[in-house]
T-cell receptor, first 114, second 110 residues
Framework: ETGVTQTPRHLVMGMTNKKSLKCEQHLGHNAMYWYKQSAKKPLELMFVYSLEERVENNSVPSRFSPECPNSSHLFLHLHTLQPEDSALYLC?????????????FGNGTRLTVT | DAKTTQPPSMDCAEGRAANLPCNHSTISGNEYVYWYRQIHSQGPQYIIHGLKNNETNEMASLIITEDRKSSTLILPHATLRDTAVYYCIAGGITGNQFYFGTGTSLTVIP
C-alpha cells in the first residue's frame, strides 16, 4: 500500500524529547485517522479528522497533539511521553460521508520511549 | 457501531480454502461489513467489504447471511503469505466508526 505514507518508520525518544510523526495520503480522501497499537492489544482509535476538522478525540492524554493542516497531511506531535506510550502508531485515511469507504492504512511508526 | 466476534485463531492447509467467520448480530441496517488483515509490524490491509450481497474481488470472497448477523471471509487458495491477523468490522458510515477487535490469527500450514 503506497497511498498512505508515514515517516519515520522507527523512532526512539527520551521522555523529555519533543518529536512529530508525519502522515501523507495521496488518495484524494477527506478524512484522516490516528490509531495506536500496543503489543498484543487491538488497535485503539485516537483521533479523527474529517474535512480538516477534528471530529473525534478518544480521551487521549494531552502529551499527544494532532494537527491536520490540509486533507492530505496529518501530524502527531509528541512531548514528555511515558514508556507505556511505546507502540506502533498508524495513520489511515478514507473518503467520509459518501456511504461505504474503507480505511487505507500506512505502515506505521514504531515508537520506543526510553 | 456494531460489535463483532471472531475466533481467536485458525489453521488452514496451504492450497485449501480458508473460511473465517464473524458474528455481528447487532449490526444496523446501514452499516457495512469490512475485512482487513495485518501482517506483523505492518499496517492493516483492506481486503473486501459489503452491505447485503455477497462480494468477490481478486483477494477474497465475502459471504453475508441473509439476516446480516454474520459473515464469512473466504480465501479460496490459501498461501503461506496469507498468514496474518484478520479483522472483521461492522460500521464505517460516518468515517469514525472503524473499531477493531482482536481478530482471528490465521496460520497457513505448508
Amino acid at each position: 500500500e503506497t497511498g498512505v505514507t508515514q515517516t519515520p518508520r522507527h523512532l526512539v525518544m527520551g521522555m523529555t524529547n519533543k518529536k512529530s510523526l508525519k502522515c501523507e495520503q495521496h488518495l484524494g480522501h477527506n478524512a484522516m485517522y490516528w490509531y495506536k497499537q500496543s503489543a498484543k492489544k487491538p488497535l485503539e482509535l485516537m483521533f479523527v479528522y474529517s474535512l480538516e476538522e477534528r471530529v473525534e478525540n478518544n480521551s487521549v492524554p494531552s502529551r499527544f497533539s494532532p494537527e491536520c493542516p490540509n486533507s492530505s497531511h496529518l501530524f502527531l506531535h509528541l512531548h514528555t511521553l511515558q514508556p507505556e506510550d511505546s507502540a506502533l502508531y498508524l495513520c489511515a485515511s478514507s473518503h467520509a460521508g459518501t456511504g461505504s469507504s474503507p480505511l487505507h492504512f500506512g505502515n506505521g511508526t514504531r515508537l520506543t520511549v526510553t | 457501531d456494531a460489535k463483532t466476534t471472531q475466533p481467536p485463531s485458525m489453521d488452514c492447509a496451504e492450497g485449501r480454502a480458508a473460511n473465517l467467520p464473524c458474528n455481528h448480530s447487532t449490526i444496523s441496517g446501514n452499516e457495512y461489513v469490512y475485512w482487513y488483515r495485518q501482517i506483523h509490524s505492518q499496517g492493516p490491509q483492506y481486503i473486501i467489504h459489503g452491505l447485503k450481497n455477497n462480494e468477490t474481488n481478486e483477494m477474497a470472497s465475502l459471504i453475508i447471511t441473509e439476516d446480516r448477523k454474520s459473515s464469512t471471509l473466504i480465501l479460496p487458495h490459501a498461501t503461506l503469505r496469507d498468514t496474518a491477523v484478520y479483522y472483521c468490522i461492522a460500521g464505517g458510515i460516518t468515517g469514525n466508526q472503524f473499531y477493531f477487535g482482536t481478530g482471528t490469527s490465521l496460520t497457513v500450514i505448508p
